[in-house]
């Protein structure tokens, strides 16, 4: 079945440092793929996607790319802020409409 | 746009009552569903809809759960008896039909049983 396999954290970084996440995946179809924000006290936010193989999706200096042969959507940052500071998770939109979602990484950015 | 809200926002009750927790999905979505995140488990999926019919409720973890959409703007989750083992945050979302559309999430509401 689908699945999502996410880096498992916590995740500790220097401010401006690069960020990666790395997020796999197994599927039957071609599914769309996203990545999701959480700060603490909040619901999920969007924070990108990518419908087919090749797309890049950016938003708010993140970036992730649909790699089909490596089955692959990481998530890379080139100069993280403390604001980054939340769980990031990475999500498969599967048949009729379910997501299937990691288990989260938690990224703690100190100045 | 009004996002998703979902009602209470916190609740504290004794283990043995009845927990309701609401939700309003964004207008026009053709989906519904309910997610309970703890630290152990994660981010799990109870149930979900379809134009207001539940189609997969495999996630429901007891019989003490249920769910309702009694029409396309309204939602309930109810747990009846409550246990501490309920504690969570329960998050309701909904989407368009379409899998390239992402699934937009309320703030949840975080309810611990006494």
Redesign the interface.
């Known amino acids: 079945g689908d699945s999502v396999t996410q880096m498992e954290g916590p995740v500790t970084l220097s401010e401006e440092a690069f960020l990666t996440i790395n997020c796999t995946y197994t599927a039957t179809g071609y599914p769309s793929l996203f990545w999701y924000v959480q700060y603490p006290g909040e619901g999920l936010q969007l924070l990108l996607k990518a419908t087919k193989a090749d797309d890049k999706g950016s938003n708010k200096g993140f970036e992730a790319t649909y790699r089909k042969e490596t089955t692959s959507f990481h998530l890379e940052k080139g100069s993280v802020q403390v604001s980054d500071s939340a769980v990031y998770f990475c999500a498969l939109g599967g048949t009729g409409n379910q997501f299937y979602f990691g288990t989260g990484t938690s990224l703690t950015v100190i100045p | 746009d009004a996002g ?1 809200i979902q009602s209470p926002r916190h609740e504290v009750t004794e283990m043995g009552q009845e927990v309701t927790l609401r939700c309003k999905p964004i207008s026009g979505h ?2 519904l ?1 309910w997610y309970r995140q703890t630290m152990m488990r ?2 799990e ?1 109870l149930i ?1 809809f ?1 134009n207001n019919v539940p ?2 409720d495999s996630g429901m973890p007891e019989d003490r759960f249920s769910a309702k959409m009694p029409n396309a703007s309204f939602s309930t989750l109810k747990i009846q008896p409550s246990e501490p083992r309920d504690s969570a945050v329960y ?1 309701c ?1 909904s ?1 368009f ?12 509401t975080r309810l611990s049983i006494l």
Not at chain 2, 97 to 108: I, K, R, V, W
């Open positions: 998703v053709d989906y569903f994660g981010l999926l979900y379809n189609i997969d998050f979302a989407s039909l379409a899998t390239n559309q992402p699934q937009h999430f309320g703030d949840g």
